[in-house]
């Protein structure tokens, strides 16, 4: 009974675990759900600045200037690093593709709808990796077709540890705090241990405890009845005792008598 009463013991510890760290498991999805939505809006802001820099490079510069211009010409104007330090973001790689190169076949044509966003950018997820689309237009072009488009590629793991990383203190609260209020609920529930009489030893120690009472009991209540009555027939023993007794003096006279 005792080893089925631990056992049982340790398993509900396991499962109050297990919702503790579910409960934990929820609160960090939320907050990595959160840290992704407010990384996307930076990384937005970031692309949108870098194509308003792409458009004026390529407005001045011309439309045959190649990338690696335009990123010397980024790095003198805001600096990169600069830049994305500015908006706390540190990606694994960005790049501009121009809507030109996709026509002559110099990159794929699968980044050709990426050209034409519904909300004016775009954002994929692939393999752990999130990226933000953003196109541009050149400002001396009467066209309203984009001339490229700004592209920006992060990790999304980095985003997990950072989430970590800012929140550590509030998940070790929780572990430490939910743990002492299971522990406490756990000590106002637990059971106090109840003295079954039907069953074992107990009920024959009691019926023997019993028994040896009601004999005590007994044998004081019989000697203070029988103290009493005693006591009342001391009078009357007192003079059956003085009849039994025969005076020698009433003797000889009897017998001068005769």
């Given at each position: 009974?005792?080893?089925?009463?631990?056992?049982?013991?340790?398993?509900?510890?396991?499962?109050?675990?297990?919702?503790?760290?579910?409960?934990?498991?929820?609160?960090?999805?939320?907050?990595?759900?959160?840290?992704?939505?407010?990384?996307?809006?930076?990384?937005?802001?970031?692309?949108?600045?870098?194509?308003?820099?792409?458009?004026?490079?390529?407005?001045?510069?011309?439309?045959?200037?190649?990338?690696?211009?335009?990123?010397?010409?980024?790095?003198?104007?805001?600096?990169?690093?600069?830049?994305?330090?500015?908006?706390?973001?540190?990606?694994?790689?960005?790049?501009?593709?121009?809507?030109?190169?996709?026509?002559?076949?110099?990159?794929?044509?699968?980044?050709?709808?990426?050209?034409?966003?519904?909300?004016?950018?775009?954002?994929?997820?692939?393999?752990?990796?999130?990226?933000?689309?953003?196109?541009?237009?050149?400002?001396?072009?009467?066209?309203?077709?984009?001339?490229?488009?700004?592209?920006?590629?992060?990790?999304?793991?980095?985003?997990?540890?950072?989430?970590?990383?800012?929140?550590?203190?509030?998940?070790?609260?929780?572990?430490?705090?939910?743990?002492?209020?299971?522990?406490?609920?756990?000590?106002?529930?637990?059971?106090?241990?109840?003295?079954?009489?039907?069953?074992?030893?107990?009920?024959?120690h009691s019926i023997g405890a019993l028994k040896i009472m009601h004999k005590v009991l007994g044998d004081i209540i019989q000697d203070h009845e029988g103290g009493v009555v005693n006591k009342k027939d001391e009078p009357l023993k007192k003079k059956r005792e003085e009849k039994k007794v025969i005076s020698i003096s009433e003797l000889i006279e009897e017998k001068r008598k005769k």
């Amino acid at each position: 009974m005792r080893l089925k009463s631990r056992l049982l013991t340790i398993l509900v510890a396991i499962g109050v675990e297990f919702l503790i760290f579910a409960l934990m498991g929820l609160v960090f999805l939320f907050q990595f759900d959160r840290a992704k939505t407010e990384f996307v809006n930076k990384t937005k802001a970031i692309a949108e600045t870098i194509g308003d820099q792409a458009s004026s490079f390529y407005s001045l510069k011309g439309e045959d200037t190649t990338s690696n211009e335009f990123f010397q010409f980024l790095d003198e104007r805001l600096g990169r690093k600069k830049l994305f330090n500015t908006f706390d973001i540190a990606p694994e790689f960005f790049s501009i593709v121009l809507k030109k190169d996709i026509e002559k076949g110099k990159v794929a044509g699968y980044f050709m709808k990426d050209f034409y966003p519904e909300d004016g950018y775009s954002v994929k997820k692939h393999k752990g990796m999130i990226s933000v689309i953003v196109p541009f237009n050149i400002r001396a072009s009467e066209k309203s077709e984009p001339f490229g488009i700004v592209k920006i590629d992060s990790d999304t793991k980095s985003i997990a540890k950072k989430v970590i990383a800012d929140n550590f203190l509030l998940y070790a609260a929780m572990i430490v705090v939910l743990n002492n209020q299971a522990f406490i609920f756990y000590l106002l529930l637990r059971k106090r241990k109840e003295v079954v009489f039907e069953k074992g030893y107990l009920k024959e120690h009691s019926i023997g405890a019993l028994k040896i009472m009601h004999k005590v009991l007994g044998d004081i209540i019989q000697d203070h009845e029988g103290g009493v009555v005693n006591k009342k027939d001391e009078p009357l023993k007192k003079k059956r005792e003085e009849k039994k007794v025969i005076s020698i003096s009433e003797l000889i006279e009897e017998k001068r008598k005769k």
